[in-house]
């Protein structure tokens, strides 16, 4: 299966709601205000935000009468236009190595299972890969990360539960320079916004790359779980404000209706989405393509 086909099917959820709702839509109503003010509801519905709706659908509208356009196949292309010149409106996040990658974000959302995969997907393309396992919040997560780096054969630096995170993302670095690694991948507790000592930690974490490696191109990767629909602003509004955020890992994309939340995340926070989970296996990790996603909602 393609990428294509890998997004369209984790997007079967929320395509269906979207598509039966665009079918009755059409069916019932010819366009005008109450056309307009429904395909606002479906998009709300999907859980894109009321401001990102209200504007993506004042577009279409003012298209679709400058044009004098009744057609329903041209509705929707001025709707995918709109979806995917939205979800473009985040910079893009360079990538290039030697990079560092520190992944953050709650509990239960698939850190450790994004990072195993993240780190088989750069070695297929020729990347050598250092994980830090800089967890030693969770028990037995340097444990469970040491299975994902097996599986994708590359080396993990760790000290016992309970050490120093900071420490532990000090030797990685250590590591990764002298082996001239292309990318270290840094694993951090799933910090809630109540956890203040937790927070500190990942500040620590953050100075501690920024003065040992600043040669390196180092981003922060927040994982969120698709499921949570729009409640997932909040967290990357807490962990923005403590590091900063510069890209989104999105998992659990199969098992919502809930896809369209993150049209109007990375528009109104402007971070775009890197990469995008697709199935449970380890090569299920996919580059997020705006394109893509937005055929896959329909």
């Known amino acids: 299966m393609g990428l294509f086909g890998k997004i369209k099917s984790v997007l079967k959820k929320t395509r269906d709601g979207i598509a039966n709702k665009l079918t009755a839509l059409f069916s019932k109503n010819k366009l005008g205000e109450e056309f307009y003010e429904e395909l606002e509801d479906i998009l709300v519905s999907s859980d894109v935000s009321v401001r990102t709706s209200v504007e993506i659908v004042e577009e279409i509208k003012e298209k679709a009468i400058k044009e004098k356009c009744r057609d329903k196949d041209?509705?929707?292309?001025?709707l995918k236009e709109?979806?995917?010149d939205t979800l473009n409106y985040a910079e893009p996040l360079d990538m290039?190595?030697?990079?560092?990658?520190?992944?953050?974000?709650?509990?239960?959302?698939?850190?450790?299972?994004s990072i195993g995969k993240l780190a088989h997907k750069f070695v297929s393309e020729g990347k050598s890969v250092t994980i830090a396992a800089a967890d030693t919040f969770r028990a037995a997560a340097s444990e469970q990360l040491s299975v994902w780096a097996e599986r994708a054969k590359v080396r993990i630096i760790k000290h016992s539960e309970g050490a120093d995170a900071s420490a532990v993302v000090f030797d990685a670095i250590v590591s990764a320079k002298s082996k001239k690694t292309d990318v270290l991948i840094i694993d951090t507790a799933?910090?809630?916004h109540v956890k203040t000592n937790l927070m500190e930690e990942l500040?620590?974490?953050d100075r501690v790359v920024k003065r040992e490696y600043p040669e390196a191109n180092f981003v922060k990767l927040i994982v969120l779980d698709a499921s949570t629909g729009q409640n997932a602003s909040s967290q990357v509004e807490v962990f923005n404000e403590a590091v900063g955020v510069d890209g989104i890992i999105l998992t659990k994309l199969d098992g919502t209706a809930k896809g369209g939340f993150i049209v109007s995340l990375s528009y109104e926070t402007e971070i775009p989405v890197i990469f995008v989970g697709t199935g449970e296996k380890i090569d299920d990790i996919e580059d997020f393509d705006a394109k893509e996603y937005v055929e896959g909602l329909f």
């Open 74 to 78: 041209y509705v929707i292309g001025l």
């Open 96 to 113: 290039s190595t030697p990079l560092v990658i520190m992944v953050i974000g709650v509990n239960g959302v698939g850190k450790t299972t």
């Open 203 to 205: 500040k620590k974490m």
């Open 190 to 192: 799933g910090r809630l």
């Open 82 to 84: 709109e979806l995917y």
